[in-house]
């Protein structure tokens, strides 16, 4: 059974940080970029992170560029992977759903990524930010 489990949500004060961990398992995911998505209540699911399978490549949204940072676990691998976001200088705007996603081959690079390219989800984890 294919799992992506997310941890590391929770209430914090703007200014404040946080660190997700995506833990993936059931599968081999060599091949699949994962990647850090966020929806707030009627709102659309939007684009935060990606990191390529081999760690190398990272992609983020405007609204976090400079103040969240993805990296994959050195320790990972085909079958067991870890994926961090550490968020800083938190904001309530990003207050949100946090869901880790995995898609096979997706290019991560410097573009707009689309939900549609992942393939699997995990079932998220609440960050709330208080002003």
């Known amino acids: 059974q294919v799992q992506l489990v997310e941890s590391g949500g929770g209430l914090v004060q703007a200014g404040g940080s946080l660190r997700l961990s995506c833990a993936t398992s059931?599968?081999?995911?060599?091949?699949?970029?994962t990647g850090w998505w966020r929806q707030a209540p009627g709102k659309e699911r939007e684009f935060v992170a990606a990191?390529?399978?081999?760690?190398?490549?990272?992609?983020?949204?405007?609204s976090v560029k400079g103040r969240f940072t993805i990296w994959k676990d050195s320790a990972s691998t085909e079958n067991f992977q870890t994926v961090f976001l550490q968020m800083n200088t938190l904001k309530p705007e990003d207050t949100a759903v946090y869901y880790c996603?995995?898609?096979?081959?997706?290019?991560?690079?410097?573009?707009?990524?689309?939900?549609?390219?992942?393939?699997?989800w995990g079932q998220g984890t609440q960050v709330t930010v208080s002003s």
């Open positions: 996603a995995a898609g096979l081959g997706l290019r991560v690079g410097a573009r707009p990524h689309e939900t549609y390219e992942y393939d699997y």
């Open positions: 059931g599968r081999s995911f060599a091949g699949y970029a």
């Open positions: 990191v390529s399978w081999s760690g190398e490549d990272t992609n983020y949204g405007d």
